[in-house]
């Protein structure tokens, strides 16, 4: 059985920093696609980072794009989100996903929710100004 476990979320003024892990169990991270998405109260879950587990090829999404980095550590089996400079408008609850839709390691593993099979329950993160 899949499980992972999110931690990291907290509270923190705009600037400032958190990484965000998220612990799986009964998953490899190899060669496959794992993500973060986030979801505001009464809006669609959004994808904020992917990470291509063969290869490393990461996307990200325009509105985190050089302030997020995703990361994995293998021997741990943990996969990372470290979130910088951020900004009130990153208030959202955080879902680790893995096992998404996969071909390969030059391939891109940005796409939506439905492409994930395995989700986390989420950590909270808010940012205030």
């Known amino acids: 059985q899949v499980q992972l476990v999110e931690s990291g979320g907290g509270s923190v003024q705009a600037g400032g920093s958190l990484r965000l892990s998220c612990a799986a169990s009964?998953?490899?991270?190899?060669?496959?696609?794992v993500a973060w998405f986030r979801q505001e109260p009464g809006k669609e879950r959004e994808g904020v980072a992917f990470?291509?587990?063969?290869?490393?090829?990461?996307d990200y999404a325009d509105s985190v794009k050089g302030r997020f980095t995703i990361s994995q550590d293998n021997a741990e089996n943990t996969l990372y989100l470290q979130m910088n400079a951020l900004k009130p408008e990153d208030t959202a609850m955080y879902y680790c996903?893995?096992?998404?839709?996969?071909?390969?390691?030059?391939?891109?593993?940005?796409?939506?929710?439905?492409?994930?099979?395995?989700w986390g329950q989420g950590t909270q993160v808010t940012v205030s100004s």
């Open positions: 009964g998953y490899t991270f190899r060669d496959g696609c």
């Open positions: 990470l291509n587990t063969g290869g490393t090829k990461t």
């Open positions: 996903a893995a096992g998404g839709l996969y071909g390969g390691w030059y391939w891109s593993c940005r796409g939506p929710e439905a492409d994930f099979n395995y």
